[in-house]
Nanobody, 128 residues
Framework: DVQLQAFGGGLVQAGGSLRLSCAAS????????MSWFRQAPGKGPEWVSG????????GYAASVKGRFTLSRDNAKNTLSLQMNSLKPEDTGAYYC?????????????????????WGQGTQVTVSS
């Protein structure tokens, strides 16, 4: 079975840091584009950051660029998101998601409906 288990969320003060991790199993992790999305109450999912396989691209939403760092470890089937200088507007449930490759060249996507596998989410709350 495909599993994406996200963990590392918590309550932190503004300016603090958290590191989210996503452990993947049940599929060829290294062949999938991976992204983090977040969702605030009453809002739709917002793409935060992602990494594609071919071409190898790493991207960030403008709101987190310079504060968040994404990494993946294909040997450990793990996707990580280091979040620094957190702001109250970073609050939300964070989900890791996997997008299967459908072509040799597949650029990084920000669209939630292109990701077929989703984890259960981990809550991040940033207090002011």
């Amino acid at each position: 079975d495909v599993q994406l288990q996200a963990f590392g969320g918590g309550l932190v003060q503004a300016g603090g840091s958290l590191r989210l991790s996503c452990a993947a199993s049940g599929f060829m992790f290294g062949s999938y584009d991976m992204s983090w999305f977040r969702q605030a109450p009453g809002k739709g999912p917002e793409w935060v950051s992602g990494i594609s396989v071919s071409p190898r691209q790493t991207g960030y939403a403008a709101s987190v660029k310079g504060r968040f760092t994404l990494s993946r470890d294909n040997a450990k089937n793990t996707l990580s998101l280091q979040m620094n200088s957190l702001k109250p507007e970073d609050t939300g449930a964070y989900y890791c998601a996997a997008r299967p490759r459908r072509s040799v060249i597949q650029y990084l996507s920000h669209q939630a409906d292109e990701y077929g596998y989703w984890g259960q989410g981990t809550q991040v709350t940033v207090s002011s």
